[in-house]
């Protein structure tokens, strides 16, 4: 057989592979996908604030932004307290819950997200308003988007949540049930904070998810930046300059969020690695 690369070179491939990594030259170590990436959005902000066309796009679209951000976070909000419903329902001991929960799993899993959509806006919520009091009128388009986002969300992260209780070992459990302590309070003290650091990752990965799945309320007439978008071209004929600038407007959103998340995961998981 021939030898790899490290073994040609001289190098020890009985270090761990992190360590091996370390000892490649820096040509493959280095980011190169950062630098591409830097580059298209370097680019495309270019275009979107330094020719005139493009910025008033941009002028255009970038008021939904905020309407972007708040039905993110109130529909996070809400299918995150979904989920560790749904979640312990998975978990549970009780078959009754365990059966409802996995139908509400299966359901949201079944259906594609933008047909589940139109059925919340148009059907559920309907159903349930005026158990409530309240009348269609008074709940507005964004409402019933972020009912829809959260509820199909919902459904995610509830599997996201039962992932993390069974990867914690199941020892874990027998030990604290051997303290005297009851099953209740072994999954608050003991399996919960080790069940949260196992989820950050697909939660951060979901609540992305959902910034980028925002842009189909627009299909709700939500203005937020894909509905700007829509009826700037509308109104201009200029679809280029308006799909660049959208496209920018979506990626830095991206890339600021995943870096806040990264950032805040590690803060997380400080003491797997020591204090730096």
């Known amino acids: 057989m021939g030898a790899t690369r490290h073994e040609s070179e001289g190098l020890d491939t009985h270090l761990p592979p992190e360590e091996r990594n370390d000892l490649d030259p820096w040509w493959d170590r280095f980011p190169w996908w950062a630098v591409l990436l830097g580059a298209v959005v370097a680019l495309f902000g270019y275009y979107t604030f330094f020719v005139e066309r493009y910025n008033e796009a941009w002028q255009a679209i970038s008021p939904g932004i905020r309407v972007t951000i708040r039905t993110t976070l ?29 139908t509400y799993v299966e359901f949201i899993r079944g259906v594609p997200t933008l047909p589940l959509l139109f059925f919340i806006a148009f059907v559920i919520v309907p159903t349930v308003v005026p158990w409530f009091g309240l009348t269609n009128k008074d709940v507005t388009q964004e409402w019933r988007g972020i009912s829809g986002l959260a509820l199909v969300y919902g459904g995610f992260i509830a599997e996201v949540i039962r992932g993390g209780f069974q990867s914690v070992e199941h020892g874990q459990m027998e030990a604290g049930r051997s303290l005297g302590l009851s099953y209740g309070s072994t999954m608050r003290s003991i399996i919960l904070p080790q069940a949260v650091r196992n989820v950050l990752p697909p939660l951060a990965n979901d609540f992305i998810a959902m910034l980028k799945d925002s842009s189909l309320l627009s299909l709700l007439a939500v203005r937020e930046l894909t509905q700007n978008a829509k009826l700037y071209v509308n109104t201009s004929f200029r679809p280029r300059e308006t799909y660049v600038v959208l496209t920018f ?28």
């Open 74 to 102: 109130w529909a996070f909000l809400f299918s995150m307290i979904i989920g560790l419903i749904v979640g312990f329902g998975r978990v549970s001991r009780n078959p009754v819950l365990r059966s409802l929960s996995r």
């Open 249 to 276: 407007t979506y990626l830095v959103m991206v890339i600021i969020l995943s870096l806040v998340l990264h950032g805040f995961e590690r803060w997380m998981s400080r003491d797997r690695v020591g204090a730096r």
